[in-house]
């Protein structure tokens, strides 16, 4: 993004709109029929999660619910020309996060008595305590999901003769974790009550008519006037009024907006492209992959983790099989899991894996990375590892993806929908799930110290807030696209974990700028890639500061003296990286084995700026597709 346009993109991160969402909210009351608008809105929230879809009505007799598993067209064809008369109703499309993505676990969710309907967006941290506590109180469930809580605590409340209103605001006042919710019930039908916590949660405003979504997406086609609800507030929403309350049930003014997009630029939530968006959404989607992971004694869980404390203890071997970048984001891991664990760690390509005859048996660990959970060589590298014994583990972003069925367990990155075909959030929440595996083993195999183990566990922490230090201003990574994009060779550098980065930074660039990019380890140059040296060749340098940092520096020294340009990405004050590079481009320090994850966001915009500066479109490459499931 040029620098003309940060104040917008300011604008965005204040309006929380940087936020994950997972799923697609949205509500309607007024005195038109609210079906179509609700499915309307669910077609343009469809994006950002399609495992399944839903809505309630509400009306004087009680709720309407439809659900399918599958897209809204599903949804949409169950329902066909029935008319179901009512003005108020809510609806969600689910991307799923807890429990697998069936009809079940669609949204929305009812209470024991079915008059309750809600629909959420986020995590609920304590739903296992909570959901507990409701079974041994007589409530029933239905589904799989945190959601389902919700709804029985609002009936808790409800049940003791509180309003909806009331009721919704005692029951978030017992939730742990991130959530935009809406909840109606046929008990007071015209009315909508939404509230948020650290997820995104918008209300629009019609005439005679009143709209709640998780995005202006859903909106836009009815109203440009909107109001951001704030962390912590409720509204209470009916077709001629709306009101906010914060936690203590204290009146919020409200605020309207003008919003001025067209619908093709809210989808992109006002960025230009997808990919661009997915940059910036990395520090809230590190954050989701981070959230709820370590109890206040510092104590790792990992709980989506189904193997026992002893078959890991047992492990003497870990292989990591993944294709791409999530390739790299293993090779960035290998580096921290074989200093943690002390475990000899092997990378392989997937396509190459079950060809080579690997040395595998139970006591081998084998760790698959693949966002899309459907890559058809890293799924078949799994299957194979799984026939010769091993223990197999996936990381994925994707619930209930074929990866999960070949796997004896599954950490999932909870980034989101991934749109772009480059991969981007994906990659860095990918490679916080390896270190926080990397953690888990060397917790439960004691090779670290509780207090080394919780240091690296506080600089985890601090990343999100270092990645949006470095996104928030990107006019030097524009600059120095404009002045290489001519540039026909590029070559890429690092030792250490640099050296994946230098890998990412060069596939980031060729696929999306079709220019030749090759990423090297810097010791290597010398064997081989330096004679493609001449005057003006970009080389960029991952030269943050580490344990090989003066080995770099020499690299680039042999490099610059072969006429070649250096773009070095490098932490501040590092005189000696910013007297060698002609472009610095900098990134906060960090503890080494985690520096990948801020060293490799200016290289996703330099490629992204090469592109569009070459007049390519970032979000559809040629020849590529998002997922390969074919070998
Ligand atoms: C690069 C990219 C690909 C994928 C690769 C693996 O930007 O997106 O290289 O990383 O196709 O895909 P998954 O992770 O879905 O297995």
Redesign the pocket.
């Known amino acids: 993004m040029a620098k003309g346009d940060l104040p917008f993109v300011h604008l965005m991160g204040s309006l929380g709109l940087f936020k994950i969402e997972m799923c697609g909210i949205v509500g309607y009351t007024g005195s038109k029929s609210a079906l179509p608008i609700l499915l309307s809105g669910l077609h343009s929230l469809e994006y950002r999660g399609y495992d399944s879809a839903g809505i309630a009505l509400a009306g004087k007799e009680g709720l309407w619910l439809k659900r399918r598993a599958g897209r809204v067209s599903e949804l949409e064809e169950a329902i066909g020309d029935d008319e179901i008369p009512s003005g108020v109703g809510i609806g969600h499309t689910r991307w799923a996060t807890c429990g697998a993505p069936n009809e079940p676990n669609a949204h929305p969710h009812r209470d024991c008595s079915g008059r309750i309907a809600v629909v959420h967006n986020g995590i609920i941290e304590n739903h296992v305590q909570l959901r507990r506590k409701l079974e041994e109180e007589g409530h029933k469930f239905r589904s799989d999901t945190d959601t389902e809580t919700l709804a029985h605590l609002v009936e808790n409340t409800m049940a003791s003769g509180s309003d909806l209103a009331q009721s919704v605001r005692s029951a978030v006042s017992q939730l742990e974790g991130s959530y935009a919710i809406v909840v109606i019930s046929a008990t007071e039908p015209g009315r909508i009550i939404a509230a948020r916590s650290d997820a995104p949660l918008i209300l629009g405003l019609g005439d005679g008519e009143n709209f709640v979504a998780s995005d202006v997406v859903a909106l836009i086609e009815h109203t440009r006037r909107v109001v951001i609800l704030e962390d912590h507030h409720l509204a209470d929403v009916t077709s001629d009024n709306v009101r906010i309350v914060d936690a203590d049930g204290e009146e919020q003014p409200i605020r309207e907006i003008a919003v001025t997009w067209d619908i093709a630029a809210a989808e992109k939530g006002g960025f230009e492209h997808f990919m661009l968006k997915e940059i910036h959404e990395q520090p809230a989607a590190v954050r989701e992959t981070l959230r709820g992971r370590v109890d206040a004694a510092g104590h790792l869980t990992l709980d989506e983790m189904r193997m026992s404390e002893e078959e890991i203890r047992d492990i003497d071997k870990v292989f990591v099989v ?6 790299h984001a293993g090779l960035v891991a290998k580096y921290a899991l074989e200093h943690w664990t002390r475990l000899p760690v092997e990378i392989d390509v997937a396509s190459e894996f079950r060809y080579r005859d690997p040395v595998l048996n139970s006591e081998t660990l084998v760790v698959g ?7 058809a060589d ?1 799924l078949a590298a799994l299957r194979y590892a799984q026939h010769q014994k091993a223990k197999v583990i996936s990381i994925t972003n994707v619930v209930g993806s074929s990866i999960t069925r070949d796997s004896d367990a599954v950490i999932y990155t909870h980034a989101g929908p991934e749109i772009g ?3 981007t959030k ?2 860095t929440t990918q490679m916080t799930a390896l270190w926080l595996l990397a953690l888990w083993v060397a917790q439960t195999r004691g090779t670290m110290f509780p207090d080394e183990r919780r240091a690296v566990f506080e600089e985890l922490a601090r990343l999100p807030g270092l990645m949006e230090e470095v996104l928030s201003d990107d006019s030097k990574t524009f600059m120095v696209s404009e002045r290489f994009k001519e540039a026909r060779t590029w070559l890429f550098i690092g030792r250490g974990v640099g050296f994946p980065v230098a890998m990412e930074g060069a ?2 660039l060729k ?1 999306i700028s079709y220019l030749h990019a090759e990423g090297f380890a810097a010791g290597e140059m010398k064997h081989g890639p330096i004679a493609l040296l001449e005057d003006g060749v970009p080389v960029v340098a991952v030269a943050s500061k580490s344990h090989v940092h003066a080995k770099l520096l020499s690299n680039i020294e042999e490099a610059k003296a072969r006429g070649a340009v250096i773009v070095a990405v490098g932490n501040p004050g590092n005189d000696e990286v910013a007297k060698l590079a002609d472009e610095l481009l900098e990134v906060p320090h960090v503890t080494q084995l985690l520096s990948p994850a801020l060293d490799v966001l200016p290289l996703q915009l330099l490629a992204y700026h090469v592109a569009k500066a070459r007049g390519l479109d970032p979000d559809k490459p040629r020849n590529l597709a ?3 499931t074919v070998e």
Request: charged residues 15%; hydrophobic residues 35%.
């Open positions: 993944a294709c791409g970048s999530s390739f990375i693949s966002q899309s959970g459907e890559t890293t075909v480059a991969a994906t990659l596939l980031k696929e998002k997922s390969v």
